[in-house]
Structure formats: C-alpha cells, structure tokens
C-alpha cells in the first residue's frame, strides 16, 4: 500500500503562472487534507475535502487559491498568477472516514514551490 | 482557536544526554496528539502518536507522554545521537475534525558528536 504521494516533488514557476499540485491518497482514503509551510514559519491548515466536496476551507487564501477532489483522480491544489510570497511546501495528508478511535491523517513527502 | 507552543525553539546537545522536548496547547478537547520529525527540505515522519484517552506512548528510544488536563505532551528521547538532529514538531487535531491539525513551531535539535 503506497502512501500519499505528491507530485511533483519541485516545482517552478514563473510570477504570474499558475501552479498545480497533485495529491494522490492513500489507497481506500476519501479525506484529503492540505498544508503550507512557508519558510521560517510552521505548517498551516488550507483546506479539508471529501470525494467532490470542500468540508472546511478555513485556511485557504481568499484569493487566487483553489482546491479540488473528484470522483476519480487525485486532489489537485491550484495558484492562480503565484507571486514570490506563494513559495512554500505544500503537504497533503489523507485519511480514512472516522470509524474508530484510531484514525489517523497520513502526510506526502510535500511539494516545494518556488515563484521566481 | 486552539494554539500549540514549543519550547524550547532551539535545543544543542552532546552526544549521549537524554532530553525532554515541550508541547503544549490551549484547547484541551483534542483528538489525539502526534509527534513529527521533519529533516531539512524533507517531509514528514511521524514518530509517535497518543489518542486522548492514553497517557504515553513509547517507541524506541522515545518515549511521548500526554496530559490533556495540564494542556501539556512531552517527547523523551534517550542517549541521543547526531542522526537524532532534525526539527521536532508536535501537532492535535480537535474532536471534530481530526485531520485539521494544529502544529507547534517545532524545536530544532543539534546533536553534536
């Protein structure tokens, strides 16, 4: 059983491009789950989604920012027009349905943007 | 809103001393409390996790214990080694949301040889 996997690993941008990030959950995970780490500052919530829902968006920026997860296929975190402040890790962590005490959220390798 | 604090923000040590890492939150309804190691430029591995209903959990040479009524979790670790410096983060998520987690500001350890 693969565990999250975030691609790509690094990427490159241009200001003013738009950048997207994949995630693909654990097998039989239906919560996904998105962080930034800016640099020099801890990881911060963005938003929380089911199978073609947003449950909870409280982290995400009002602007520019957008968050996806369809029906089949990954989520995918998506920067409109980045700018330099954009460069961060991005970490997607997935998860179960809460069926017992133990679930847990499982985290990707992350996706290390870079706005130049 | 619930916060996490560590402390302290910086810790160097000698190879070999034991040491106690800090976390502590203000929300005590929490759903569990997780201990992460992240190396520079790296992701992040879970080292231990403690559902609210324990006291401790221990792997290793750590040793994580929690106290939701002090607001407070610690992270032991043992005869230290210099393949132990990394940046120690603890995060909780509440009862309702148990993905939405909230980190510390994590602790970088040194552990010199």
């Known amino acids: 059983n693969a565990g999250v996997m975030q691609n790509p690993r690094h990427l490159v941008r241009r200001r003013g491009q738009e950048a997207r990030l994949r995630c693909s959950p654990m097998k039989g995970h239906s919560h996904v789950y998105w962080y930034r780490q800016l640099p020099e500052e801890g990881l911060k919530f963005m938003v929380y989604?089911?199978?073609?829902?947003?449950?909870?968006e409280s982290g995400m920026p009002k602007e520019r920012f957008s968050a996806e997860f369809p029906k089949e296929g990954p989520s995918i975190l998506r920067i409109q027009q980045v700018v330099r402040g954009d460069s961060a890790a991005y970490f997607c962590?997935?998860?179960?349905?809460?069926?017992?005490?133990?679930?847990?959220?499982?985290f990707g390798q992350g996706t290390r943007l870079t706005v130049v | 809103k619930q916060e996490v604090t560590q402390i302290p923000a910086a810790l160097s040590v000698p190879e070999g001393e034991n040491l106690v890492l800090n976390c502590s939150f203000t929300d005590s309804a929490i759903y569990n409390l997780q201990w992460f190691r992240q190396d520079p430029g790296k992701g992040l591995t879970s080292l231990l996790l403690?559902?609210?209903?324990?006291r401790e959990q221990t792997s290793g040479r750590l040793n994580a214990s929690l106290d939701k009524s002090s607001g407070r979790s610690t992270l032991y670790i043992a005869a230290s080694q210099p393949g132990d410096s990394a940046t120690y983060l603890c995060a909780t998520p509440p009862r309702t949301s148990y993905g939405k987690l909230t980190f510390g500001q994590g602790t970088i350890l040194t552990v010199h040889p």
């Open positions: 989604l089911q199978k073609e829902n947003i449950i909870d």
């Open positions: 962590a997935s998860s179960l349905p809460k069926t017992d005490v133990n679930t847990e959220a499982f």
């Open positions: 403690i559902q609210s209903s324990q």
